[in-house]
């Protein structure tokens, strides 16, 4: 019997991960939602007895506590493995390259903040709120899900200059990763980073000028990839990445690995 907690469940990659995890009666799936209201994570939550649901904000370090106390009552005071999945980004500016970047202050902060808050800053209390936890836990797993848009060699194969808060949040994470890693290692606790590929979450219809952004993106990632076709389903991404934390041991802790387990084939 296993148990996982996973931050930012409400979608996307998150809620995949509860729904595949919850397929095995024997795992206890701990679901963190900013939000335990909304309709598709409760419903499934409803439809998996093993799923449990927790409010929980990482960017906020007293809610992410109590999350976690939440959760040591739910099983017993111990964890196996968990996700931190949460991520936002400030959408209205993810177009600019480092050169237009404002000369001021404010502007500046307000696009950093939301991949700071969440993958840095929540990185650090989401983990440190379940260490307790993981400690008293089997397995002994933290992955934080990064993106290989924090990759120098991508970023340079591919020419993509824009998403600059959300490439160097995840390239912080990643160097956290690191240290967590450095940090854990005697107590038998794995850290990695995981990206999970590009993955279509998307919810609604696209607009028109959604479809040219990804059309545009698929043609750079085709410089460093040429036979990639688009983005895969959340379904594939996280069958791929649960492998590969079941695949987790203190050799490759402090990495960033792909969904297909390596450190190059990041689609
Ligand atoms: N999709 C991709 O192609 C791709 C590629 C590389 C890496 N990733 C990474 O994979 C993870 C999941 O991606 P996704 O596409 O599934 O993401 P998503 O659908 O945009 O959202 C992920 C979750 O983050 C939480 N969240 C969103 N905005 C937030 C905010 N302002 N403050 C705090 N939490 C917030 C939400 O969870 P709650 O409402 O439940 O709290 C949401 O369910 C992210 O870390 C992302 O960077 C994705």
């Given at each position: 019997m296993s148990s996982y907690a996973i931050t930012g469940?409400?979608?996307?990659?998150?809620?995949?991960?509860?729904?595949?995890?919850?397929?095995?009666?024997?795992?206890?799936v701990l679901a963190i939602v900013r939000n335990p209201g909304s309709p598709d994570i409760s419903e499934l939550a409803s439809q998996y007895p093993n799923v449990h649901l927790i409010a929980g904000?990482?960017?906020?370090?007293?809610?992410?506590?109590?999350?976690?106390?939440?959760a040591a009552a739910v099983t017993g005071g111990k964890l196996d493995v968990l996700i931190h999945n949460s991520n936002a980004v400030d959408a209205a500016t993810m177009s600019?390259?480092?050169?237009?970047?404002p000369f001021d202050s404010e502007a500046t902060r307000a696009i950093f903040e939301p991949p700071f808050s969440t993958a840095i800053y929540g990185g650090l209390w989401a983990t440190n709120a379940f260490l307790p936890l993981i400690q008293k836990g089997t397995q002994k797993k933290i992955v934080h899900i990064t993106s290989a848009m924090g990759d120098v060699d991508l970023i340079l194969g591919s020419g993509i200059s824009y998403a600059v808060a959300?490439?160097?949040?995840?390239?912080g994470m990643n160097i956290q990763v690191a240290k967590?890693?450095?940090?854990?290692?005697?107590?038998?606790i794995k850290v990695i980073g995981l990206s999970p590929g590009w993955v279509d979450t998307w919810e609604g219809e696209?607009?028109?000028?959604?479809?040219?952004g990804e059309n545009f993106m698929l043609k750079q990632f085709q410089s460093i990839v040429p036979s990639l076709e688009g983005q895969?389903?959340?379904?594939?991404?996280?069958?791929?990445?649960?492998?590969?934390?079941?695949?987790m041991d203190i050799k490759s802790s402090g990495l960033m690995l792909s969904h297909n387990g390596d450190r190059e084939n990041w689609f």
């Amino acid at each position: 019997m296993s148990s996982y907690a996973i931050t930012g469940a409400s979608k996307g990659i998150g809620r995949e991960f509860v729904r595949q995890l919850a397929t095995d009666p024997n795992n206890t799936v701990l679901a963190i939602v900013r939000n335990p209201g909304s309709p598709d994570i409760s419903e499934l939550a409803s439809q998996y007895p093993n799923v449990h649901l927790i409010a929980g904000d990482v960017r906020d370090p007293k809610s992410i506590l109590n999350t976690a106390s939440s959760a040591a009552a739910v099983t017993g005071g111990k964890l196996d493995v968990l996700i931190h999945n949460s991520n936002a980004v400030d959408a209205a500016t993810m177009s600019l390259n480092p050169s237009q970047i404002p000369f001021d202050s404010e502007a500046t902060r307000a696009i950093f903040e939301p991949p700071f808050s969440t993958a840095i800053y929540g990185g650090l209390w989401a983990t440190n709120a379940f260490l307790p936890l993981i400690q008293k836990g089997t397995q002994k797993k933290i992955v934080h899900i990064t993106s290989a848009m924090g990759d120098v060699d991508l970023i340079l194969g591919s020419g993509i200059s824009y998403a600059v808060a959300y490439s160097v949040a995840k390239a912080g994470m990643n160097i956290q990763v690191a240290k967590y890693a450095a940090e854990l290692a005697p107590q038998g606790i794995k850290v990695i980073g995981l990206s999970p590929g590009w993955v279509d979450t998307w919810e609604g219809e696209k607009s028109a000028a959604v479809v040219e952004g990804e059309n545009f993106m698929l043609k750079q990632f085709q410089s460093i990839v040429p036979s990639l076709e688009g983005q895969i389903q959340p379904g594939e991404s996280v069958s791929k990445a649960i492998k590969v934390i079941e695949n987790m041991d203190i050799k490759s802790s402090g990495l960033m690995l792909s969904h297909n387990g390596d450190r190059e084939n990041w689609f």
